[in-house]
């Protein structure tokens, strides 16, 4: 299996700019989350989503954070404008109701650096 | 609310030292716990899990046993290397149709030759 898939790997923008990350999920897999890590706050869960839908967004830090899940196997996170302190690395990751309790499979990390 | 502590950071060690990072949890119900390594530069991998109490997880040799009676979960490996560096994460689930995992804020081991 290919794991969980994320891209862009880095980004640079300038703040105001529209930002736009994309993962793909374990095939199979019907959870999907979004974390952001900073080393002032740790590990944050942004949302997450059950079959492409949206159960928890409380973590989304404010409206200029929307996250989309169109189909079982896309789901991107978009920042516009972006700010400077949002800069951070983004983690999605990925879990199945038919695996291993709970466990989640993590992408690799797109690093956003907004100057 | 759920809310797993672990110990602060970074924790430094000598290379074949014993190794312990201890984690306690606060929970309604009966989680499973995990324990997440972050090596540089990557996503987050689990390392071991445990669903039950006095369950004692293991791999990599590591390993942590669920203690109900003390709310904990303490990782443990009795030499570790320099490869072993790396950010462990403590993390809690509770209910089998609760897919979110309530996190630690993470432990930085840093191993010297």
């Known amino acids: 299996d290919a794991g969980v898939i994320q891209s862009p790997r880095h980004e640079v923008t300038e703040m105001g700019q529209e930002v736009t990350l994309r993962c793909k999920p374990i095939s199979g897999h019907d959870y999907l989350f979004w974390y952001r890590q900073t080393m002032m706050r740790g590990l944050e869960l942004l949302i997450y989503f059950n079959n492409n839908v949206p159960i928890d967004d409380s973590g989304m830090p404010e409206d200029r954070f929307s996250a989309k899940m169109p189909n079982a196997s896309f789901s991107t996170l978009k920042i516009q404008p972006s700010e400077p302190r949002d800069s951070a690395v983004y983690f999605c990751?990925?879990?199945?109701?038919?695996?291993?309790?709970?466990?989640?499979?993590f992408g690799p990390g797109t690093r956003l650096t907004v100057l | 609310g759920d809310s797993v502590t672990q110990m602060e950071g970074p924790v430094t060690l000598s290379e074949e030292a014993f190794l312990t990072i201890n984690c306690t949890y606060t929970?309604?119900?009966?989680?499973?716990l995990f324990w997440y390594v972050q090596y540089p530069g990557e996503g987050l991998q689990l390392l071991l899990k445990a669903t039950k109490a006095d369950d004692k997880g293991s791999n990599k040799g590591f390993e942590a046993t669920y203690r109900k009676e003390t709310t904990s979960f303490h990782l443990e490996k009795g030499s570790v290397q320099v490869s072993d560096s790396a950010v462990y994460f403590c993390a809690l689930s509770v209910g089998s149709s609760n897919y979110q995992l309530i996190w630690g804020a993470g432990t930085k081991l840093i191993i010297k030759p």
């Open positions: 929970a309604t119900g009966y989680p499973s």
């Open positions: 990751a990925s879990s199945t109701t038919g695996g291993s309790y709970n466990e989640q499979f």
